[in-house]
């Protein structure tokens, strides 16, 4: 099932996507899907929240928000890829590299991504995002994966200068309105367990710049949840977003950074592609 949050009648509603329609859930199952996550991990039927419907609207008349609006937590996993440690120059680390994002660096499907007027070092990242289903602490590995909702995509816009400022990346990571997240997401059940080996992509202006598959995370969905869950309790709606594979515009040479006009588009198979526009910030 692909679910997919968006505006509708100036209220933020939830529905199902099939094919290019969207079936609008009732109001009662929440306004996106985090919160029709929460209120299943609170004990309601998922197939009896999603068996009803408002209305039915065509995709193209609908403007998406980020699936989960507001989520918890947004974890990110760095250097994931062996590929992309060795194009960044790291030595590749045992444990996994976390940073944190913000509500606000978020922006749907075919909303822009906006380049800060701090710096011009805005580059692309695309990767899988993990949406949790249930609450959990010290969760065991080989039960990691029923605490899985479902899974989206994500474009972990970064701004270079600010990432390296710091010893911690957080602050060229959340950026506002750096962070595409959409377009839907793609239950548990309807894709491999774990995501496993389904082959991801990044476009720029059309051009493939990146392109692997997920089979080749290090740190693979299981491993993130658990060793998360050591330290964190993990809710419904967090979102983990799962790094990156090589082919980034920071090291190449000559660097390629995404500019206003640009179009970036990340697709994994299975469960979408995820476009945003390149936008300069406006000026306060």
């Avoid at 390296?164 to 997401?185: E, L």
């Amino acid at each position: 099932m692909k679910l997919v949050s968006f505006l509708y009648k100036n209220a933020s509603r939830v529905g199902v996507l099939e094919d290019e329609q969207v079936r609008i859930l009732p109001i009662d199952c929440g306004h996106d899907v985090g919160t029709l996550v929460a209120k299943a991990a609170q004990g309601a039927s998922f197939a009896e929240l999603t068996d009803g419907t408002d209305a039915t609207v065509a995709l193209a008349d609908v403007t998406l928000l980020p699936p989960v609006t507001e989520p918890g937590k947004i974890i990110c996993v760095g250097l994931n890829y062996k590929d992309h440690t060795a194009e960044s120059d790291y030595q590749q680390p045992d444990y996994p590299t976390f940073f944190l994002r913000l509500t606000t660096s978020l922006t749907a499907h075919d909303a822009p991504i906006e380049r800060p007027l701090a710096s011009d070092s805005l580059d692309f990242e695309g990767e899988l995002a993990i949406i949790i289903g249930k609450a959990g602490r010290h969760v065991a590995r080989e039960s990691a994966l029923d605490y899985v909702f479902g899974y989206s995509v994500f474009n972990d816009g970064s701004v270079r200068e600010y990432q390296f400022k710091s010893p911690q990346w957080t602050i060229g990571k959340t950026f506002d309105k750096t962070g595409g997240f959409g377009p839907a997401v793609v239950t548990a059940d309807a894709l491999p367990a774990g995501a496993h080996g389904l082959d991801i992509q990044t476009r720029l202006n059309g051009e493939v710049v990146q392109s692997s598959n997920t089979r080749y995370m290090i740190h693979d969905v299981a491993e993130l949840i658990t060793v998360l869950s050591e330290a964190i309790t993990l809710e419904p709606g967090d979102v983990i977003v799962a790094g990156t594979p090589a082919g980034i515009g920071w090291a190449r040479n000559p660097r390629l950074l995404m500019r206003d006009g640009d179009v970036c588009e990340v697709t994994i198979e299975g469960i979408g592609t995820l476009r945003n526009p390149i936008v300069d910030e406006a000026q306060w």
